[in-house]
Every structure is written in structure tokens, then in C-alpha cells.
């Protein structure tokens, strides 16, 4: 059964950093794009980073500049390195692995206070 879970979220005061980490497990072979997305309450999600398997990445616009996706292809590992992060930036973030199918996270709480 494939699996994606995320580490990493938690409470951080605005100008901080947080890492996101999402491991895909029952995956035995190579993984296509993979991503993070976000969610505000009473919003839609939304894209925040993908990265390819080749290491092309894309981000939002809102993000650019402070934050870094990367890849394990070893370790079917995406990771999310967020600094200077802002009150807006508060949501759950969930990841993303398009396989046969896509396949998403149970997603973690980042919460930047002011």
C-alpha cells in the first residue's frame, strides 16, 4: 500500500524556518513529479513547490526566493525548506506524488505567528 507521510510542521514566529520532509513508502520504483501544496482555512489549495525527477523545479509566485524543494530519488523523499516565512504562509501543507496515480499526504499544520 503506497503511503506519503509528512514530518516537520509546527509553530514558528514570522521571519523563522521550518523543514518539511514527506517519505513515500510502498513505492518500489522511480517517482515522477513531486510536490507540496498548501491550504488556508476557508481557501482553496493550492500549489506551493513541485520538483521533477530530474530535479526541474517550479514554485508559486508567493513562495519564490524562500522556498527550496529538493529530492532524495534514493530515499522517495521530497523535502520543503521554508525561511522567512509569514503569517500568510500559515496552513497545512500537503504532499503530492504523482505515480499511476496521484497521491497525496495527510497533510501538516505550519502555523507562523506574528
Known amino acids: 500500500q503506497v503511503q506519503l507521510v509528512e514530518s516537520g510542521g509546527g509553530l514558528v514566529q514570522a521571519g523563522g524556518s521550518l523543514r518539511l520532509s514527506c517519505a513515500v513508502s510502498?513505492?518500489?520504483?522511480?517517482?515522477?513529479?513531486m510536490g507540496w501544496y498548501r491550504q488556508a482555512s476557508g481557501k482553496q489549495r493550492e500549489l506551493v513547490a513541485t520538483?521533477?525527477?530530474?530535479?526541474?523545479?517550479n514554485y508559486a509566485d508567493s513562495v519564490k526566493e524562500r522556498f527550496t524543494i529538493s529530492r532524495d530519488n534514493a530515499k522517495n523523499t521530497v523535502y520543503l525548506q521554508m525561511n522567512s516565512l509569514a503569517p500568510e504562509d500559515t496552513a497545512v501543507y500537503y504532499c503530492?506524488?504523482?505515480?499511476?496515480?496521484?497521491?497525496w499526504g495527510q497533510g501538516t499544520q505550519v502555523t507562523v505567528s506574528s
Open positions: 510502498g513505492w518500489p520504483f522511480s517517482i515522477n513529479t
Open positions: 503530492n506524488a504523482e505515480l499511476f496515480s496521484s497521491y
Open positions: 520538483i521533477s525527477r530530474g530535479g526541474s523545479t
